[in-house]
């Protein structure tokens, strides 16, 4: 079953040595992308209470915050929402005014 991972950030530490290559693509309509992918298994690495609650609001249903180690294994396809803004404040469901989150599909052989 293909496995989709929910980050907040992306990090060199999540490779092993055998990963030469990798596809980074950014996501326009992120809502769109996991209908396509509904048959996957989804799995939060997001390591912010907060910023998970904001990616629940955007999604549409519940993203755990998980502050957890992660390593990308074969067939895995790692969709990371990238920040832009002013520091959440403390309990945020939604992006304050001025914040953004760009959506990459990151994907490695």
């Known amino acids: 079953m293909k496995r989709i ?3 907040n950030a992306f990090s ?3 490779l092993e040595v055998k990963y030469q290559f990798l596809e980074f693509s950014p996501v326009e309509d992120i ?3 996991f209908a396509l992918n509904a048959h996957a298994a989804v799995e939060s690495i997001v390591g912010h209470p907060d910023t998970a609650s904001v990616f629940s609001s955007i999604l549409g249903y519940p993203v755990a915050g998980r ?3 992660y390593t ?3 067939g895995d396809t790692l969709v ?3 920040y832009s803004g002013d520091r959440l404040p403390v309990g945020a469901t939604e992006l304050p005014p001025g914040a953004t989150i760009a959506w990459w ?3 490695g052989n």
């Open 80 to 82: 990371v929402g990238q």
């Open 12 to 14: 060199l530490n999540m």
């Open 105 to 107: 599909r990151v994907e």
């Open 67 to 69: 502050l957890v180690t």
């Open 31 to 33: 809502r769109e992308f």
């Open 5 to 7: 991972i929910i980050a």
């Open 72 to 74: 990308m294994q074969p």
